[in-house]
C-alpha cells in the first residue's frame, strides 16, 4: 500500500500568526496517522514552521531550491540550507516556476538532483496547458516531462521521487479535472514507470493539484492512481486542510 501524501503549498502567501495557528490545530486534532501532511510555506518562515509543527503530524516542505550548494547567488536557497529546518520534501518544476521564472526541464532536474544529494525528496510537478488539452496533447507534454527527469535517475534515485500531476488550466482557477480526467493521467504516468521497473511503478505516489479542495477532495483521492494532493489556496484554511487530510486518510 502506497502512504498517501497531502501537501500544502502555501506560495507566496501565508504569516508567522499562520504557521502558529496551524501547529495548534494540528497538536489538538486527532489526525490520521495513516497519512502523511506536509506544509510548504515560503521560505522566511521555515523557522517558525520548525518550531510550531513540532509535535504533530506535520511536516515541512520548500517551494523551491538552488542546484547549487553554496557560493555567490544572491536571494537563493540551497538544500543544504532547507535540511537545517529539517525540511524533507521540495518542489521542483512547478507550473509558476516553469512559466513565470522560465525554468526549463535541464533546470529542473538539476534542482532535482540537488535534492536528492541532501536527502530531501522531490515533489516533481507536471502538467499541460488548456491548449494543450484541447489539441489532444495531455499525454504527450506531462510523459515528457516525467521522462526528461524519470529516465535520467538511477533506479534507487527514483524511488524517493514524488510526481504532482497539475494541470495548469485548473490551478487558482476553480476549474478541476474530472476524477476520471486525473485519474486517466495518473494510470498514464504510472504505466510509463512499469516500463522502468514494475515494482517502482507500484510504490511510486502521485499527487493531484489542480484546485483541490474540501468539497472535492474525496471524489478525487477515491481514485486508484491518486496517492494524495498538491493543494493551494485550500492549505491556507486550516479547517479545510484538515478535511482534505481526512479525506485521504
Not at 501547529?23 to 521560505?43: K, L
Not at 496533447?137 to 538511477?154: A, C, D, F, I, P
Request: glycine letters at 10%; hydrophobic letters at 45%; a negative charge.
Amino acid at each position: 500500500m502506497r502512504t498517501p501524501l497531502i501537501a500544502g503549498n502555501w506560495k507566496m502567501n501565508g504569516s508567522v500568526a499562520l504557521i502558529n495557528d496551524f501547529g495548534q490545530a494540528f497538536a489538538a486534532a486527532v489526525s490520521p496517522t495513516s497519512v502523511e501532511v506536509v506544509i510548504i510555506p515560503p521560505f522566511p518562515y521555515l523557522d517558525a514552521a520548525c518550531q510550531a509543527f513540532e509535535g504533530t503530524v506535520l511536516s515541512l516542505g520548500a517551494q523551491t531550491l538552488n542546484p547549487i550548494h553554496s557560493g555567490a547567488h544572491t536571494g537563493e536557497v540551497s538544500g543544504r540550507m532547507l535540511k537545517e529546518f529539517a525540511v524533507s520534501h521540495v518542489l521542483v518544476g512547478h507550473s509558476e516556476r516553469r512559466q513565470l521564472y522560465n525554468e526549463s526541464d535541464e533546470q529542473i532536474f538539476a534542482r532535482l538532483l540537488a535534492a536528492l544529494s541532501v536527502e530531501i525528496k522531490p515533489i516533481l510537478c507536471v502538467g499541460e496547458s488548456l491548449e494543450e488539452r484541447d489539441a489532444g496533447r495531455t499525454m504527450e507534454v506531462v510523459l515528457r516531462q516525467v521522462g526528461y527527469v524519470m529516465s535520467r535517475l538511477e533506479p534507487d534515485q527514483r524511488q524517493q521521487v514524488v510526481i504532482a500531476y497539475e494541470p495548469v488550466w485548473a490551478i487558482g482557477t476553480g476549474r478541476t479535472a474530472s476524477p476520471e480526467q486525473a485519474q486517466e493521467v495518473m494510470a498514464g504516468i504510472r504505466a510509463y514507470q512499469a516500463g522502468f521497473d514494475k515494482q517502482l511503478a507500484e510504490k511510486l505516489r502521485l499527487l493531484y493539484g489542480g484546485s483541490m479542495n474540501a468539497s472535492n477532495a474525496a471524489e478525487l483521492l477515491a481514485q486508484p492512481d491518486i496517492d494524495g494532493g498538491l493543494v493551494g489556496g485550500a492549505s491556507l484554511k486550516i479547517d479545510d486542510f484538515y478535511t482534505i487530510c481526512q479525506s485521504a486518510g
